[in-house]
């Protein structure tokens, strides 16, 4: 019998490895690293991760139970993978289990093979289908996009290429079955999800986007980050293109990383316009199953360009050529609970193990990131000039002090839109908040509509009649009475996208208006309907939240306005400034295009605030060097280096204790680093649980983790205090 | 809610409507009217006839008062009759509104002035 020893990752919360026995009939030969196997697991039969084949056991080997079997024949994941999970997991300093079930769809972490399924017929569209695309408009505009996509597919599209095109590709497809409009076709057995498909000429570049795809272009053989600093409608999506087609030429692998906001049917139709061969896409949007045949289709090296959220980095890859994250700036990437990771900087990890390039995309770069470029880490590489000329559109602050507000609208900003909407252009307002208003008060004694488990306030949502906690999600009826004095006399304070909308409605009563928010999209095939009325044009107002701001090009808008810049200003988190500045230039990017001259107002009660100043009058750049060198001054990131232990408990004290414990077992050793803490949470109470935090900062990142390791593992062995859940975020993006 | 043991507090008041009525919506769905009472009339005061002259402010919530108040114009006389209480909760501040109870119309020939 051979003391052969498996060391198995398992998803579990303890940070370490678990020695089984090879399953009973299991040809040892065949082990390798990278499999996955079924074990028991306390009670429980789960999937776990062969990391190691050890000769020994710290245990009794009597005591050690057999794996029950070998679910691979070959590595699950390729070795770039496996490495840069342990490279995150000891600089995330996350339970190893947990990395590895991150990295997988949710299929294969149940134990699914690796088998790809028989490819799904193809679609094509019949006679009587183009007959009634050519009679012109149809009523059901999700149904004539995809009519419109089959026309151009000449031998059929695959449904994954149509779920690209329409949000419900399957009940769509449904629709236009019925109608007789499409037929499935068994694919023919030769290929694989290829469909032909004419590419469209390309556009021509400008001397800047030329000059960048150049540049990279000269150095797709080694690791490099490049930061493309472009503003809106620069055209950074034709240099990915350009860069993705280098990179395809040389038979390689693309991976484009975009925030879920981003990943928008326009987005994808494009990269199905110019790239052969099929597309993988991997979103939380996806069924399991189609996320599994889409990473398979990547592992395999069938899909060559693959393209996805977050979690994507970790897609495996038959030959990676580069590396692309588009809006590398966005909040989305950082993953907020559990394993914590950003996608950015694991990508980055990522190309440097694969010595490979790696493209961060952005209008707004993050101050980190630009920090890099300053210092040479990567190179910048600038976009100046929107394509086909058109000029940035001017941007105007609106104090509105002492101004007489309706709903949250000033007058000037009323009579902007008026002068634009007669000129039957659109109008674009961007307010970051859903809902009708943020709070509901009493009139006569002053109750507010507290949430039961949160310090905040449950938002109207007047639709609905529900009181909605933006925070855990409690909700309720909306009350008829105080339920303090009992007056039925309640009001709602502050602004919602809801109110505005009712306000704007009766202020421009003829005209179109589109509300876009997470609640009025929230029917599947709304966001295309909302979508396709606002590019039939005509004079129209958009108003939304950042969902508006994000990804899509509407060429009718030329006034855009931002209701309320106070917000973002004035944030508890030292990101704020930077997240307002970022957003604000994305809206205003949405503004004009070259034969329609756009304009951008935004309403503020600080028009005197410096880094808004700067931001106007100088653009991005000079922002992002005032902010840096507050930063700087105030030794925050990108100068220092944080990591934040996060607690939380039910009873008010305990989260308190725990982190007092963990700051005590720190003091004495923790060398170059600073502690801060505990305090409560700015937030302290959020569904329930009291909060805490202890907040660690170093100049030089070694220092903080050459402390965090063996700190980290102490409060693991010493604090299993079932009542107080702790986590630890590294490069921590938000403070609470 | 925090009511003590029933007492007493009855208003019953009539005059003509100063200013328009005006009418909204509470978020919860429920009407509530608003308008200012102006009353004038003779009283007897020991034993001597006088002028009685005041201003109130009437609250009417509900759909069965706001459909009596919610379209009434300024110069309308009615009868109001229900209890009063603080505008509002500020401190030091004590002006009092009648919250109607019962709104009754009145005909031009039961005017006193």
Redesign the interface.
Known sequence: MSSLILRIAVPSPLDRTFDYLPPPDCDLAALQPGLRVRVPFGRRRVVGFLLELGAGTALDPAALRPAQAVLDTEAVLPADVLALLRWAQRYYHHPLGEVFAAALPTLLRQGESTELSAPAPLWHITAAGRAALATGPNRAPAQRLLLDYLARCSDGADPNALRAVVRDSAATLRALRAKNWVEPLARPASALAETAFAPRPPPELNAAQAAAVTSVAADLDRFQVFLLEGVTGSGKTEVYLRLIEAVLARDRQALVLTPEIGLTPQLLARFRERLPGPLAVLHSGLSDRERLNAWLLARAGAARVVVGTRSAVFAPLRAPGILIVDEEHDPSFKQQEGFRYHARDLAVIRGRQLGIPVVLGSATPALESRHNAERGRYRLLQLPERVGGGAQAPIEILDVRRQPMVDGLSRPLLERMRVHLARNEQALLFLNRRGFAPILLCHECGWLSQCRHCDARMTLHLRQRRLICHHCGDHRPVDAACPLCGSVDLRALGQGTERLEAALRQEFPDVGLIRMDRDSTRRRGSLETLLSAIHHGGRRILLGTQMLAKGHHFPEVTLVGIVDADQGLHGIDFRAGERMAQLILQVAGRAGRAEKPGAVVIQTHHPDHPLLRVLVSQGYPAFAAAALEERQAAWLPPFAHQALLRAEAVEPERATAFLQAARTLADSRADGIELLGPAPAPMERRAGRYRAHLLLQATRRQDLHRFLDPWIAQLRAEHADRRVRWSLDVDPMELF | ?PFAPPADNCLIIAGRIAGACETRQ?????P?SRFLLEHHSGQMEAGVSREARCRIPV?A??EALTGIAGPLVTGARLRVSGFVSR???REGEYRLVLHAARIDMLDHESSED
């Open positions: 809610m509470s978020p919860a769905g429920v509530i609250v919530c509900g505008a509002n909760y």
